[in-house]
């Protein structure tokens, strides 16, 4: 099983910055994908940004030029950099790693999720 866990969610001004990391761990796993998805209250979950493990970014219209999201293979962690943050990005953050472990099982985890509040 695959473990996934978040870290640096807060309360931020708008027009700041806050940073995200995720932690993937466990045994005998590939990962493929990582990405973060984020809900607001009364809303469904939505894709924020997703890398591929070669580095191929894709990120939702609502983000692009503000968010930048990156992993370290090595170390099975995904950041997401927010910048210019807009009290309509708050909302709770989850990271998601999809990939595969013993067998080529697929596998598509999720974290307990981080809260992002932007507001003055």
């Known amino acids: 099983q695959v473990q996934v866990a978040e870290s640096g969610g807060g309360l931020v001004q708008p027009g700041g910055s806050l940073s995200l990391s995720c932690t993937a761990s466990?045994?005998?796993?590939?990962?493929?994908?990582m990405g973060w998805y984020r809900q607001a209250p009364g809303k469904q979950r939505e894709l924020v940004a997703a890398i591929t493990a070669g580095g191929s970014a894709n990120y939702a219209d609502s983000v692009k030029g503000r968010f930048t999201i990156s992993r370290d293979n090595d170390k099975t962690m995904v950041y997401l950099q927010m910048n210019s943050l807009k009290p309509e990005d708050t909302a709770v953050y989850y990271c998601n790693a999809g990939g595969t472990i013993m067998l080529g099982r697929p596998f598509s985890s999720w974290g307990q999720g981080t809260q992002v509040t932007v507001s003055s």
């Open positions: 466990g045994s005998s796993f590939r990962l493929n994908a």
